[in-house]
Antibody, heavy 121, light 107 residues
Framework: QVQLAESGGGVVQPGGSLRLSCMAS????????MHWFRQAPGKGLEWVAV????????FYEDSAAGRFTISRDNSKNTLYLQISNLRPEDTGTYYC??????????????WGQGALVIVSS | YVLTQPPSVSVAPGETASLPCGGD??????MHWYQQRPGQAPVLVIH???ERPSGIPERFSGSNSGNTATLTISRVEAGDEADYYC???????????FGGGTKLSVL
């Protein structure tokens, strides 16, 4: 069955950096675009970025462009999100989700359980 | 795009819950709906306006026309108590848009 497992979350000081990973199994990872979403404590869902199946195309939410970098390694079935210059407002749970073959899509049909990122001094 | 959802909806067990999602001409877009129970990851319950993913009960249905998309939950159960989010792809700006979410309470 499709499984997505995020890792790399934790407590980080403001201005620091973090790389989240999402290991995929149970499907042909290289055939799907992938999303990162996030959710601040007690708030709604937000989209962060999407990457095409081959990694050649990426879109970002405006607030994420410049500090967030989405990438993937299809040989390792792993999706990444690099976040730099972390701010307190980046605190929240980060989810990876499987998209579709194309990357002009909002749908996430399977989600991981999330990785908690806390930005605090 | 801005998607507008009521913050909360209450319904008695066994009744039908209608959760609207409003936006300008969203009937021409593909709408997706997610259920998020407390402390859990979101689950896709309706995609492409009306389609139910495998494993989602037939009690869940969707529609999308004009300026309103609606998630309908028939014969509501206590386990349906959750936050529900509508979502679409904004093809003009190449971004994903979520509604603010509706908290469904089962009385």
């Amino acid at each position: 069955q499709v499984q997505l497992a995020e890792s790399g979350g934790g407590v980080v000081q403001p201005g620091g950096s973090l790389r989240l990973s999402c290991m995929a199994s149970g499907f042909s990872f290289s055939g799907y675009s992938m999303h990162w979403f996030r959710q601040a404590p007690g708030k709604g869902l937000e989209w962060v970025a999407v990457i095409s199946h081959d990694g050649d195309n990426k879109f970002y939410e405006d607030s994420a462009a410049g500090r967030f970098t989405i990438s993937r390694d299809n040989s390792k079935n792993t999706l990444y999100l690099q976040i730099s210059n972390l701010r307190p407002e980046d605190t929240g749970t980060y989810y990876c989700a499987r998209a579709e073959a194309g990357y002009h899509t909002a749908r996430g049909d399977f989600w991981g359980q999330g990785a908690l990122v806390i930005v605090s001094s | 795009y801005v998607l507008t959802q009521p913050p909360s909806v209450s319904v008695a067990p066994g009744e039908t819950a209608s959760l609207p999602c409003g936006g300008d001409n969203i009937g021409g877009k593909s709408m997706h709906w997610y259920q998020q129970r407390p402390g859990q990851a979101p689950v896709l319950v309706i995609h492409y306006d009306t389609e139910r993913p495998s494993g989602i009960p037939e009690r869940f249905s969707g529609s999308n026309s004009g300026n309103t998309a609606t998630l309908t939950i028939s014969r509501v159960e206590a386990g349906d108590e959750a936050d529900y989010y509508c979502q679409l792809w904004d093809s003009v700006n190449n971004r994903v848009v979520f509604g603010g979410g509706t908290k469904l309470s089962v009385l």
